[in-house]
């Protein structure tokens, strides 16, 4: 009988050893799940400045509050007409973000000076992480204030953002209050949601790893329960453009539908493109594409010059 007691007091210190090392491999498959999520592109950038406008200047300048370095271009028109437009890139991007180029090009030749910029912890910016639209609206800021102090107005000012750019462009919305026209392409309603999703899709951690690696994003400053949609709902007089692709499989167009139904202005704007990506909207139709963005800038900046 001792034996067996023994034997049984063996087999269960072991099954606990066993238990307790599954335990700390599993927090640390999170934690470095969440550490891929979060690890921003430093890819080459991939076309010269030169290629997408005669007239440009590389600049540096900081984010709001914390100061982080970053690094863009700032692209002049050729007829300038005064209005600027600041576009801000998804996660894992960079200046040259998806549609980014030609759309400058096109911007250009309307007579917009154009901002592109890395946020932190891409591209040649400062930082070191990505953080899913909790600290990236100080780089926002931060290019805002940029353009201010070279002169640009806000009245005849446009952000656009994609995927995470469009989420960080919803989360500094409060903080401009003065500019003419706010863009959201394929942003996401609610974070918890769209890590989810997009943890496995990206990262190819099993599905049961998403939820631990979203708390164990903390630790790199992501914030789970950020909610776009709320900040949006807190804004009942601030017009919004959301753009969104119907065939959208990393964030459901569900996500602009929850982002147009939680603004109360009548001027904001739901346009659903029959892409059938993620961020498929631009390079689906360019130039239709073009004319709602710059029909809607029209508007915002006739209503501002009203008020």
Partial sequence: MVVVVRRSRR???RLAKVAAALV??????????????????????????????????????????????????????ARPTGRSVILVHGWQGNREDVDFVPLTRQLLAHGYAVLLFDLRGSGSSGGDTQTFAH????????????????????????????????ATVLE?????????????????????????????????????????????ARLYDVLPTLSPADVVRSLPSRAFLFLHARGDRLLPVSNA?????????????????????????YTHDPQGYVRTLLSFIDQQIVAASHS
Avoid at 139 to 162: C, E, K, Q
Avoid at 180 to 186: E, G, I, K, R, Y
Avoid at 275 to 280: I, N, Q
């Fill in 24 to 77: 700390v491999l599993y927090l640390l498959a999170s934690v470095v799940g969440a550490r891929v999520a979060v690890a921003g592109s430093r890819a080459a950038l991939a076309v010269p400045p030169s290629s997408i406008g005669r007239s440009y200047a590389d600049v540096t300048f900081p984010s709001r509050l914390d100061d982080v370095a970053l690094s863009g271009w700032l692209f002049t028109a």
């Fill in 172 to 216: 500094a919305a409060p903080q401009l209050a003065d500019v003419a026209a706010l863009v959201s392409d394929s942003a996401f309603a609610d974070l918890g949601d769209a890590l989810q999703g997009g943890l496995t899709r990206f990262t190819h951690l099993p599905g049961v790893l998403a939820l631990p690696a979203m708390q164990a």
């Fill in 257 to 281: 539908i929850t982002l147009r139904a939680a603004s109360a202005d009548t001027d904001s704007r739901l346009v659903v493109i029959d892409g059938t990506d993620h961020l498929d909207t």
């Fill in 135 to 166: 600290d990236e609206p100080r780089d926002v800021l931060g290019a805002y204030d940029f353009l201010r102090s070279r002169g640009y107005s806000p009245h005849l000012m446009t952000i656009l953002g994609n995927s995470m750019g469009a």
């Fill in 11 to 13: 087999w269960t210190g």
